[in-house]
């Protein structure tokens, strides 16, 4: 097995019995049932775990149960099995420092709220000008100041994004769970918000969980990068990213140890790809045609 991949367990900011965990699953599995009668197995079994402060990725085939995933961990769907558990306690709801962020940020945001507002939308518990200091705050970690007053439509898809992240963080979670955050935006744009999320996740002691198809960006950004098998989906392997920080996306991206780790990462994809047959779902009994996965 190579040098990189390695136990379950790895902490930024410390190893051993101090890595106190935030986040763990165990034998998580999920099948959606249709209404023809067919079962589309999504998640076969995932265990993981995410400590406080550490940034994962995780990666994996399209359609093999990734935001599936993400939605079970955050208390959004509920596992046909297994176990979850949040700060030491079962996952049955979205816990309240727990802060997502999905890709569609054109349908995550109000069009009829300027960016302040959005970012002060979900901190209704607070005074006013508590949370008006909070989105500033926010908005300036994510450089959009100069905007604050503007809507939604009047931004570019990446700043649409960083409004999306601020409101995120607006609520000073202790976790944030981001579903392929930067799909929508240009290569230009994506760089520098994946820089960004990096500073913000650094500087806030962030427990981060990063789902992407992007192997580059769950190298750059992750601690640990979680590789998942196509569905119904389970943990093939665990790879530690042993890259100091801070990580500057040129240099990072030119050492031979990531060119290592992303090789590493895309030859288990491809070859659990290549080996294992589409899965089809489970046919209803009067014979009807079962859907099969995308
Ligand atoms: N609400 C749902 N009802 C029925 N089937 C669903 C539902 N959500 C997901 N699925 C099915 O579960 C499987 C996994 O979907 P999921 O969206 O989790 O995959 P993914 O890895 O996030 O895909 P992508 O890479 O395209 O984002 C797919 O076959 C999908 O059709
Ligand atoms: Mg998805």
């Known amino acids: 097995m190579p040098e990189a991949i390695k136990g379950r367990q790895h902490d930024r900011q410390a190893t051993g019995p101090a890595a106190a965990t935030l986040l763990e699953a165990r034998n998580i599995a999920k099948c959606f049932s249709h209404p023809n009668g067919t079962v589309t197995p999504a998640i076969g079994d995932i265990a993981l775990s995410l400590a406080k402060g550490e ?5 994996g085939p399209s359609g093999c149960g990734k935001t599936t995933l993400l939605r079970c961990l955050c208390g959004l769907l509920k596992p046909d099995s297994g176990t979850l558990s949040y700060a030491g306690k079962p996952v049955s709801d979205v816990p309240e420092d727990v802060a997502v962020v999905f890709q569609e940020y054109n349908r995550s945001l109000f069009p009829w709220l300027s960016v302040r507002r959005n970012v002060e939308f ?54 944030l769970l981001m579903d392929e955050p930067f799909a929508s935006v240009d290569a230009q744009t994506r760089i520098r918000l994946e820089t960004m999320t990096a500073s913000i996740s650094t500087e806030l002691g962030l427990a981060t969980l990063l789902i ?40 990072v991206k030119a050492m031979p140890r990531f060119q290592e780790y992303r090789r590493l990462i895309h030859d288990l994809i491809v070859a659990k790809q290549s080996d294992t047959p589409d899965v089809v779902d489970t046919p209803a009994p009067d014979g009807t045609e079962p859907e099969r996965s995308p």
Do not use: C
Request: glycine share 4%; aromatic share 4%.
């Open 55 to 59: 940034f994962v990725a995780i990666v």
């Open 122 to 175: 979900g901190l209704n518990k607070l005074s006013k000008t508590e949370r008006r200091a909070r989105a500033e705050e926010a908005l300036t970690r994510v450089h959009l100041t100069d905007v604050i007053e503007h809507y939604p439509w009047q931004l570019s898809g990446g700043m649409q994004q960083r409004v999306a992240i601020a409101r995120a963080v607006a609520t000073q979670p202790n976790l």
């Open 212 to 251: 992407t198809h992007d192997i580059d960006e769950a190298v750059f950004l992750a601690d640990r990068v979680i590789v998942l098998s196509p569905r119904p989906s389970s943990v093939l392997a665990e790879v530690v990213v042993d890259i100091p920080r801070p990580r500057t996306e040129l240099e």
